[in-house]
């Protein structure tokens, strides 16, 4: 066993290697790769390894020569990182590197590997998200990047990488199709924020609902497309002050032009169940499945719903019924109705829908544990009425009614027995 020192790229690498015989040839093991040279040195943690090798290699150093490496000049060496090669093999089988160095084959602007600098901030956005920046100091811990990547490359490939995001987005479309049999079918949408440590407002970023809860800083807002696998189909941004709703229209304009994707079911929470958005989805051809507030229905909804004629058990023995997710019994009623829609203009639209409404015990227990524990609250401040502000009907509050134009507060029985209904 001895240390061998070997030169690559411009550095030199120190390895313990183990020489053994094989059909009457010397071959050699190497055993552990100690890392390069350059940053081994100026730290104490690493000496009592060396000081142990030194013994053994300057007594048996004859292939090596002799060894340049002290105690004084070692120090911890740098594990790096060999687990990014995965979403490499993952890069190459959808051909990204294919389609990056295409296009910059056809570009002559650009003058580095845009395949190598996007995939490096593609790998460390997923093993640790952090800053270009931070990405451009820790590069070296990745084996294989060793190699001078400049900053300003990571900024420019951002820029290049912007440039095509359609055509990229379209690509991959296809590449999923093609190699995992991807049917886009029912797509999942959502809508996130993004914010900057900035007040500085421009045609993207700007002050708006932040779902961070940073509402003193510019944002911008995002709303993504998933497949039922959970992979991306595509994504948009929009300007800080767009509200959820909104961002729809671009949305339902991508499936329909870019994928050419016919039949589709939107499947999407109460931000975006506005009635204009129903409307533009049953216009664009396609149907939705979205969450609905009960409350929000009319009186002739709310007398079906609360019949108790109609509704279907799910049995264990036909569904797969799940016990942890539904309780000990889950319960179901289609209603059907007319959605009725007035425009601006003064238009009405009517479209036909299916009101799929459940009932859990496990939910309804939980809700009845939430209200008792608002009652009681409610009833603590009827003993403090200094506590109560009229204009907050949140919390206790809400089970709170004012007798009339005075100061004195009750407990609001009828509000309680209209939340325990629904």
């Known amino acids: 066993m001895f240390l061998k020192i070997t030169k690559a790229g411009g550095y030199e690498y120190a390895k313990i290697v183990h020489n053994y015989r094989e059909n009457g040839k010397i071959k050699q093991k190497v055993l552990l790769n100690l890392g390069r040279i350059d940053e081994l040195k100026n730290d104490p943690s690493f000496i009592n390894l060396v000081d142990k090798l030194q013994k053994i290699f300057l007594s048996s150093s004859e292939e090596t020569g002799p060894i340049k490496l002290f105690p004084e000049d070692v120090s911890e060496g740098i594990i790096k990182n060999w687990g990014y090669i995965v979403y490499r093999k993952l890069w190459e089988k959808l051909e990204i590197d294919r389609f990056l160095k ?15 600098v996007a995939f490096l901030m593609t ?32 900024y420019r490939g951002l820029d290049i990488l912007a440039q095509i995001k359609e055509d990229l987005e379209l690509y991959l479309y296809h590449k999923n199709r093609d190699l995992f049999n991807m049917v886009v079918d029912v797509v999942f949408y959502d809508v996130t924020t993004f914010y900057f440590e900035s007040i500085k407002q ?137 959605n009725i829609i007035k425009t ?38 009827l003993e403090k009425p200094g506590n109560v502000r009229a204009a907050e009907k949140r919390g206790g509050r809400k089970y709170l009614r004012r007798i009339s134009e005075s100061e004195e507060y009750v407990l609001d029985e009828e509000a309680i027995k209209r939340d325990e209904k629904f």
Do not use: H
Not at 265 to 279: E, M, R
């Open 202 to 338: 421009d045609n993207l970023r700007d002050f708006g609902f932040s779902k961070d809860n940073k509402v003193n800083e510019v944002q911008v807002v995002m709303g993504m497309l998933v497949d039922k696998e959970g992979r991306p189909v595509g994504y948009e941004l929009f300007p800080g002050d767009t509200v959820d709703s909104k961002t729809m229209i671009e949305i339902l304009r991508k499936l329909k032009e870019k994928f050419c994707i016919d039949q589709v079911i939107i499947v999407a929470d109460k931000g975006l169940n506005s009635k204009l958005n129903l409307k533009l989805i049953k216009e664009a051809g396609y149907d939705y499945i979205v969450a609905s507030r009960l409350k929000n229905m009319s009186k002739e909804i709310l007398d079906r719903v609360f019949d108790e004629e109609g509704y279907q058990v799910l049995e264990e023995k036909k569904w797969r019924f799940d016990r942890e997710i539904f309780g000990e019994e889950f319960r179901f009623k289609v209603i059907e109705r007319e």
């Open 102 to 116: 295409q296009y910059s084959s056809q570009n002559s602007r650009i003058k580095f590997d845009i395949d190598k």
């Open 123 to 154: 790998a460390q956005r997923l093993i640790q998200p952090v800053s270009k920046l931070q990405t451009y100091y820790r590069k070296n811990r990745y084996f294989g990047f060793e190699e001078d990547i400049d900053l300003n490359q990571l």
């Open 344 to 381: 601006g203009e003064g238009e009405i639209f009517k479209i036909p829908e299916n009101l799929i409404i459940t009932y859990s015990s496990k939910r309804a227990k939980k809700d009845k544990e939430d209200r008792q524990r608002l009652v009681e609250k409610a009833k603590e401040l």
